[in-house]
């Protein structure tokens, strides 16, 4: 995830949640989701690719609770149970000083974590085109992007599925806690390429 200093922490305010696709509901994060949370968060599987590990249930309640986190993060449920997690920072593009007035916030940056126990049913797609649709339609961005770490084939791959185009892969540019630098990837789509596919 990118730095999250021009994060517009508001911006989700603008959305009519819950949001429901044909089986799951996104909603906004609450601090008492914080054990449902963890409860995969904290397995190797999930925690091998997230940007900061966390061993004690603690520490995570403590961080999930922080302002900042819940206005980014949303809690993806399958009739009633928490099955995943969704990250949307909206934030400024970016650009030149002289053009700074333009409208913003115009872009968005993307993440997810899934339950293991409930991998294989397509909920991470659906998810994520959920997400897009907030994206694109209730706050009308124009562009979004997701970054992996280019060994986490399966998030780049969810991606793909969802429309988004590899913009890039960057050489050992990203440090991982385990395998030192590795490539990272970067995934992208504007609001006007899901429209021309949609």
Known sequence: MADTTDVRPDALDRVAWPVTTPRLVLRRARPEDADSLFAYRSLPAVDRWLTQRFTAAEEWREHHADPGRL????????????????????????????????????????????????????????????????????????????????????????MERVGMRREGVGVRDSLHRDLGWVDGVTYALLADERRAGA
């Open 71 to 158: 206005a980014t993060t949303l809690v993806v449920e399958h009739d009633g149970e928490v099955v995943g997690d969704l990250y949307l920072a909206v934030r400024d593009g970016w650009g030149q000083r002289d053009v700074v007035d333009r409208p913003r916030p115009d872009e968005a940056e993307i993440g997810w974590a899934l339950s293991p126990s409930q991998q294989g049913r397509g909920y991470a797609t659906e998810a994520v085109r959920g997400l897009l649709r907030v994206c694109f339609e209730d706050l009308g961005l124009r562009r979004v992007v997701a970054n992996a770490f280019l060994a986490n084939e399966p998030s780049w791959r969810l």
